[in-house]
C-alpha cells in the first residue's frame, strides 16, 4: 500500500558527486520526519541524516559538511545530496520515512529497498 522507492545510486569516483532520491508513493495521509541510513557490507546500518516535517537537518558526524538532505513535501520526496564522496561513503543507502496512512492510523517509520553507492576509482 505505502512504498519508498530509491534512486540515484551507482559507482562514482572519489571526490565526487552523487544524488539520491526517495519517492514515497501509496495511500498516505501525511510524512513526518524522513531520513537515510546506510549499510556496508559486515557492519550495522548506520544513521546518516535526517530531516522533519518542518524542514530541520541534522547529520552523522561522518558526513556533516558533504551531505545534504532536503525534501520535497509536494512530491513526497526526500533527496540526498552527496558531495566529496569517499570510499568510506560506499554502503547500500536506504530512505525512511514516518508515514501516516490516515486521520485515524498511528504514524510508523516505512523503509525503501535501498540503493547501493560505490565509490571508488
Known amino acids: 500500500q505505502v512504498q519508498l522507492v530509491e534512486s540515484g545510486g551507482g559507482l562514482v569516483q572519489p571526490g565526487g558527486s552523487l544524488r539520491l532520491s526517495c519517492v514515497a508513493s501509496?495511500?498516505?495521509?501525511?510524512?513526518?520526519?524522513m531520513g537515510w541510513h546506510r549499510q556496508a557490507p559486515g557492519k550495522q546500518r548506520e544513521w546518516v541524516a535526517v530531516?522533519?516535517?518542518?524542514?530541520?537537518?541534522n547529520y552523522a558526524d561522518s558526513v556533516k559538511g558533504r551531505f545534504t538532505i532536503s525534501r520535497d513535501n509536494a512530491k513526497n520526496t526526500v533527496s540526498l545530496q552527496m558531495n566529496s564522496l569517499k570510499p568510506e561513503d560506499t554502503a547500500v543507502y536506504y530512505c525512511?520515512?514516518?508515514?501516516?496512512?490516515?486521520?485515524?492510523?498511528?504514524?510508523?517509520?516505512?523503509w525503501g529497498q535501498g540503493t547501493q553507492v560505490t565509490v571508488s576509482s
Open positions: 530531516i522533519t516535517s518542518g524542514g530541520t537537518t
Open positions: 525512511n520515512g514516518d508515514l501516516r496512512r490516515s486521520a485515524y492510523l498511528s504514524p510508523r517509520t516505512y
Open positions: 501509496g495511500s498516505i495521509f501525511s510524512i513526518g520526519a
